[in-house]
């Protein structure tokens, strides 16, 4: 395989030639340029998956930031539920006292009334017995004032403890209503507190992505040894 020519030009056998060295060169070319496809291939993919997880962490941080506001919204009328409640309690503790006064008014009131019945019935047996039947007459209509006065009362106290009682059943149903209205406001916001947990998740895995994604974006850079 070797040579030696007139004019000097020597080969050594097994050196190798100037085609080869082309062949080999063309080779490495073909190489690189595959490289360099796929490279550019896996880039526009890591772009994609980059893209893709910011569009998930922008979706991500918004949905966190209107969980956010809805948990201050619901506190908010928790807060105001909690206060209304509060007087509600206050007024259920005032109608009670007034009811517990005019249950003792009515009672007094209905003693008064037997009082002025039994001396109005004193007055009658009175009346037949005593000489002078215009003092009896006087006595009497003057106990039956009283008892008509009595037992006005005694109609007016009734009315006023059937108005307190209204009253106090509807601050019960309002009570009621503002209680089963601060359990639910408290029920959205663990459910809106649950929400941001798993917000919190998402965004994480899409910051986790990006990392990812932008590792891949490193170009390869092949090298060609001639």
Do not use: C, M
Request: cysteine-free; overall charge neutral.
């Amino acid at each position: 395989g070797g040579l030696w020519r007139w004019d000097g030009f020597v080969r050594r056998p097994g050196a190798e030639t100037a085609t080869a060295r082309r062949l080999a060169l063309k080779n490495r070319l073909e190489t690189a340029e595959v490289n360099r496809k796929k490279a550019s291939e896996a880039t526009a993919a890591a772009l994609a998956v980059s893209d893709l997880a910011r569009a998930d962490l922008s979706k991500a941080e918004a949905d966190e930031r209107e969980a956010q506001n809805s948990v201050q919204a619901a506190r908010k009328k928790l807060d105001e539920h909690q206060n209304a409640a509060e007087h509600a309690e206050r007024d259920k503790a005032l109608y009670t006292a007034n009811i517990a006064a005019k249950a003792e008014a009515v009672a007094n009131a209905r003693q008064q009334v037997e009082l002025a019945s039994a001396e109005l019935n004193e007055a009658s047996r009175l009346a037949n017995e005593i000489a002078e039947p215009d003092t009896a007459r006087s006595s009497a209509e003057n106990t039956r004032a009283e008892a008509n006065a009595a037992q006005l009362s005694l109609s007016e106290a009734k009315a006023e403890r059937q108005r307190l009682e209204a009253a106090k059943a509807e601050n019960a149903r309002r009570l009621k209503a503002v209680t089963d209205e601060e359990l639910e406001r408290k029920n959205a916001i663990s459910a809106a507190e649950s929400a941001l947990l798993a917000l919190a998740s998402r965004a994480t895995e899409a910051e986790s992505a990006i990392a990812a994604a932008d590792l891949k974006l490193i170009p390869l850079k092949p090298s060609l040894r001639l």
